[in-house]
Every structure is written in C-alpha cells, then in structure tokens.
C-alpha cells in the first residue's frame, strides 16, 4: 500500500477500517509518474491478455504518465500484460496496463498497473477521482449518522 500524506484534520477518524488512505480527490489529477491507490471499498476484477509478439491491438505505453495500484490476492509477475475493469455507477470502465509493481503484502500483493496508452490514463484518473470522492462521501455520511 502508498504510504499518502494524512491529510486529514487533527482529531477526525479514518475513513473506513482497512481502506486506501484519505486522498484529497482534487490531488489525483496532479499526480504524475505514481500509481494512483485504487481504494478497497470498490470492486475490480483483471484478467491477463495475451502478449503475443505479432499481435498488438493497443499502442504501446507511449506517453502514460500514471497507473493504477491495487490490492490483489494472485501473484502477477512484472511484465504482465491485463485488462482491469472498474464498475462504476452502472457501466464497467475498462483498461489495458502492464504490471510495474508487484510488493508483497501480509495477505497478498500490491499490483501497479502502468496504462497502455494516454487514454486510458486521462480516464483512469477520472474514474479513481470519482471513486475517492464517493468513498469520502460514504466517511463523512458514517461520521455524521
């Protein structure tokens, strides 16, 4: 897991037991060159693509300038090739990424997922954006309840 700055106040409660660290939703779009911590509260499943050599459907890294990490209980070596969908608000969000990072954690693996393409980095940033703030939203909900 990141070790992110706390940004929150002194004296506020975490947000949910066992979840990514606070982000302020607002840092994620200036990220750059990092994996943004996809948080644990939302679903996300990931298959391994085929890597042939002759057979390339997406244009190569070129120019993504962040990934994603989340936690996994599977070991995927570096190197692999995956498609991660995140569903969000009724649509499934899907990208192609390359494993960077794979730490060990006490009960699995931190996976870094570097995107295959600029694309799926603009929107991937969107979709982390929008999963930070609901969880935000679901902390302060628990809080004031």
Do not use: K
């Not at 070790?3 to 840092?27: E, K, N, Q, W, Y």
């Not at 939302?42 to 989340?70: K, M, N, Q």
Request: glycine letters at 8%.
């Amino acid at each position: 897991m990141h070790a992110m700055p706390d940004s929150r106040a002194p004296g506020t409660a975490a947000a949910l037991p066992g979840a990514v660290p606070p982000i302020d939703p607002l840092h994620v779009d200036t990220m750059r060159g990092d994996f943004i911590p996809h948080p644990d509260q939302f679903p996300l499943r990931y298959r391994r693509r085929s890597t042939l050599p002759w057979r390339h459907d997406e244009p190569e890294a070129g120019g993504a300038d962040v990934g994603v990490s989340f936690h996994s209980p599977r070991h995927l070596p570096a190197g692999t090739r995956i498609e991660l969908e995140i569903p969000l608000r009724g649509v499934t969000q899907r990208f192609v990424g390359t494993v960077g990072m794979v730490p060990e954690e006490s009960e699995g693996y931190q996976i870094g997922l570097w995107f295959a393409n600029r694309d799926d980095a603009a929107r991937a940033r969107i979709v982390e954006r929008i999963c930070h703030t609901e969880c935000y939203l679901q902390a302060r909900r628990q809080l004031s309840a």
